[in-house]
């Protein structure tokens, strides 16, 4: 099999959609699928009238030739999709605590070798999202989102109903494809094929707009991934991990199949099977557009990238069958579709073994980035600290509704103490949890943050000295004791400043919107009364 290694960069963002439907919110791959290249091929081989029929039929009909998935590149190797075996503990960062990029492989287990649960019973979570490498990077592509609108040639104005928005992979970003050929494919058509790829092209959806500019250059090729190491004795049970979506189909009626079978992967033996026990999968369902055609294609229902399929036999996987996996599987090969890694080391183990990063190749080196001034790190930082980027902000997230829920139990309790009506507002108002979030939102360090938030709420100040009875200590405790107390508890837990202000402002934000529905409830009560 001849095979050719490309690398896309993106120069524009890239609008790649996940599904075709035209309501409700836009989603994009976090890939690049191969038929994006092999629509690029395919308009530059037709249009010079170079190939005979019969060359364009082998090249883009018959599967001889595979345009592979655009995958994330980390150093001098294509990433593959999590698996979907890869388990961690819920609420637990899956990630090494210096390098969120790096996953921890204590925190990682592959329910794909039983058994199939985490240490001291905690829940577990699927990691699922994002790409990983043999040493461990954890991948994940940027994306973007824009929100736009049709103009009405006619007013000028914005057209009624035509808002509309785009999530796109950010421009920048580098991906990994692999070009591949059976042998029966000649070495002359192949470079010919390759050709056609390089340079400067647009892919994706609007690209007429300001979407889709990528350059496709060749490499000298990418790091492999691990194998587990072959032995004489027979191969009892194979691990295979789907790294692009698998269209199966049933080999008698052609009816697509989501429930991988020995038939549908094109294996033969009566005693092969599914262990399904120490199988993952996800499905999705899909209609490609076909540009030259102007029109949607039939639906397509595949396997999802990243499935973990194992299967068992008493006589053992021979090394032709192996070989015929490793190939490519199902229906649709010319479109990437059907590309799998057969016992991968990363799936070998419960706890997967990663690689060292010492040997993957270097990444090309490139102009050294000027330095950022005071003003550009500014800005930075406030942009950070507005979209909310990195796992810190996602924990906060997750550590703000659980204070919330705690903080709506106490001004139950405070009601009751004070005898107040249900729903009547307790505790700091809006304004005053305002003010908590304005200091949050522009701290850049916890010590700032809790100096800055001690000078500015009061302990006698109206809401914050409100009484309640905490029940752990069964005494009277304020507001502004109780607040003041998580803040302690923080700064004793040694979290780093990105997550104590994401949290601090996270919480505030709840409160201050908890209390302005309060404010508004109270005052249609007491409208009500006066009438």
Known sequence: MKKISLVIELIDDLVMSAQAATAGGHGSLRHIPGASLLGVAAARLYNNKTLSAQELFDVFHSGRVQFGYGLPIFGGCRAAPVPLSFHHAKAESPTAADDKSQLNHKEIRNFAQLPAKLADNRQPKPLREGFITDS?????????????????????????????????????????????????ISQDLFNRIAA????????????????????????????KFRQTAQSNAPVLETTIWAISDLALVDPDSGVPQLLPTAATLGLRGSDIQVDLRRTFIRTRGYAPYNAKRRAYELERHVISQGSVITLTSKSGFNANQLAMLAAGVGMHREAGLGELMVNAQLLASQQPQFAPISHLKETPKTAPRPELTADSQTFIHWLKRETGLGFAVEKAIRKAAEMLDEYKQIQETARLYLGLRKGEHVGPSASQWGTVYECARYAQAKSTLFAELRLKIKRNAEGWNEQYVDANKNALQTFHEWFHARLDAIAIANETDEYVCALTREFAKRAMDNAKRKDVHASEAQAGATK
């Open 196 to 223: 056609a790829l390089a340079g400067e092209v647009r892919l994706g959806r609007s690209r007429s707009a300001e979407y889709g500019r990528v350059s496709i250059s060749q490499c000298d090729g990418f790091e």
């Open 136 to 184: 461990g990077q954890w991948l994940r592509p940027t994306t973007t989102y824009r929100m736009k609108t049709a103009i009405d040639p006619a007013t000028r104005f914005a057209s009624e109903g035509q808002l509309f928005g785009y999530e796109a992979l950010s421009a920048g970003q580098r991906f990994g494809a692999l070009l591949s050929a059976d042998d029966e």
